[in-house]
Structures are given as structure tokens and as C-alpha cells.
């Protein structure tokens, strides 16, 4: 008797850390999407530093839980918009180096996002010498992402990026529509509308150039026959 009391008092307890942890993540989230997309530039740097105080506590109170340091990671690497070059090159590289170690711990974290916003890095810094910048590195953490989650605004999102950067039109914008019509998540609902709100210009943006290009090969192949 006294076994099975312990053995309900136990999963009772891991059901409230898992709770507890939980509802913290939603916090850091909404708090982290608050301070991107809607504190002004001059006041994100202070509050990215506190936030960054939070998490890393969070961290240190569940030393095995992926989730707090995917959070370590973004904050880090958002935070480096604010820093000057070396400082903020230094921050990109330990915001790589905590995804890392998210993915290692569990490689679905966050359904897929610590595989986007490392393949993000990856697309989005300086090449060798002065970075650790990949473009195949990103292409393999972004379909990653994809495989884990195919339906997810993030993922699409962010491979479409990747694909409009190499001027690849006609996939990139299958992956905008995909992220602008998919579902926003209950628990990070002010991040995803934002994000499909981004999703939506730039696919947008990606059918525009579309347009632009087939009427200049249209106006060329025009101007061609003229000159005959």
C-alpha cells in the first residue's frame, strides 16, 4: 500500500513540474514575442537581457528539459541584432552551440523548431573565416524541420526564405502559402499570427517577382523578334 501511494505522489509531482515548466515556456514565449514585435528598437536590448536572466534560471531548474534551452538560444541570438559585431558574433555562435545541445537532448524539440532556427543560422550569418554560415547545413536542418513537422508556420515559413534567398520563386512561394493558411498553435498563438502575417507579404512579395520576371522574359523574347 504504502508503494502504490508513493507511486501516485511521484507521478502526481512529475505531472506538476511538467505543468510548472510548462506554463513558464508559454511565459518566456509570450514575453520573448512581445519584446520582437512590439517593443520599440531602443528598449529591446534590456529587456532581451532580463529575459535571457529568466531563462537561464529556468534551465539550471530543469537541467534535462530541451525547451528551455531552445528559448536560451533564440533570445541569445535575437538579442545579438543589439550588440556590436564581436559581441554579437559570439552570441550567434553560443546560440548554435545551446541548439546543439537542445537537438541532442531531443531531437524534436519544439516540434521541429530548434531545427529551424538553427538551419536559420546557418542561411543567415557570415561564411567561413568569419562565421560558420552553410547554406548545405541549412537546406539539411531546414528539411529537417519539415520532416518533423510538414504542417508548421515556422517550418514553412522559414525554407521559404531559404528558397526566395537562391531565387527559387515557383517552391518558395508553395511554402509562404503553406505557412499563411496553417493553423496557429493555442500555446504561441501571438507569434504564429505574426509570423502568418509575414507569411502572407512575402508570398506576396515572391508572386510579384514572379510577374516582374516572366514579363521581362515575355518584353525580351518581344524586343527579340522586333529586331528581326
Given amino acids: 500500500m504504502k508503494n502504490i501511494v508513493f507511486v501516485v505522489l511521484l507521478l502526481l509531482s512529475n505531472q506538476c513540474l511538467a505543468e510548472s515548466l510548462k506554463d513558464s515556456l508559454t511565459s518566456i514565449e509570450a514575453e520573448w514575442a512581445s519584446i520582437y514585435y512590439n ?20 534551465t539550471r531548474q530543469y537541467p534535462d528539459a ?99 534567398l537562391h531565387n527559387r520563386l515557383n517552391e518558395a512561394a508553395v511554402y509562404f502559402e503553406k505557412a499563411a493558411t496553417a493553423p496557429a498553435r493555442n500555446e504561441q498563438l501571438f507569434a504564429d499570427n505574426q509570423l502568418k502575417t509575414e507569411a502572407k507579404a512575402a508570398l506576396k512579395n515572391t508572386q510579384e517577382r514572379k510577374a516582374k520576371g516572366e514579363k521581362g522574359i515575355l518584353l525580351s523574347v518581344f524586343n527579340s523578334a522586333s529586331a528581326k
Avoid at 528598437?41 to 534590456?46: A, E, F, M, V
Avoid at 537581457?49 to 534560471?57: G, M, N, P, S, V
Fill in 39 to 58: 517593443t520599440p528598437k531602443k528598449k529591446q536590448g534590456p529587456a532581451y537581457i532580463q529575459l535571457l536572466d529568466k531563462t537561464a534560471k529556468l
Fill in 66 to 164: 530541451a525547451e528551455p534551452i531552445f528559448w536560451q538560444a533564440v533570445i541569445k541570438a535575437t538579442y545579438a541584432e543589439h550588440q556590436d559585431a564581436f559581441p554579437a558574433l559570439e552570441a550567434i555562435h553560443e546560440a548554435r552551440d545551446l541548439l546543439i545541445k537542445a537537438i541532442k537532448i531531443n531531437p524534436e524539440t519544439m516540434n521541429g523548431s530548434a531545427y529551424v532556427t538553427l538551419g536559420t543560422l546557418y542561411y543567415m550569418v557570415p561564411k567561413w573565416p568569419i562565421s560558420f554560415g552553410d547554406d548545405d547545413a541549412a537546406k539539411q536542418m531546414l528539411e529537417t524541420a519539415l520532416k518533423i513537422n510538414p504542417e508548421g508556420i515556422d517550418t514553412n515559413y522559414f525554407y521559404g526564405e531559404f528558397l526566395l
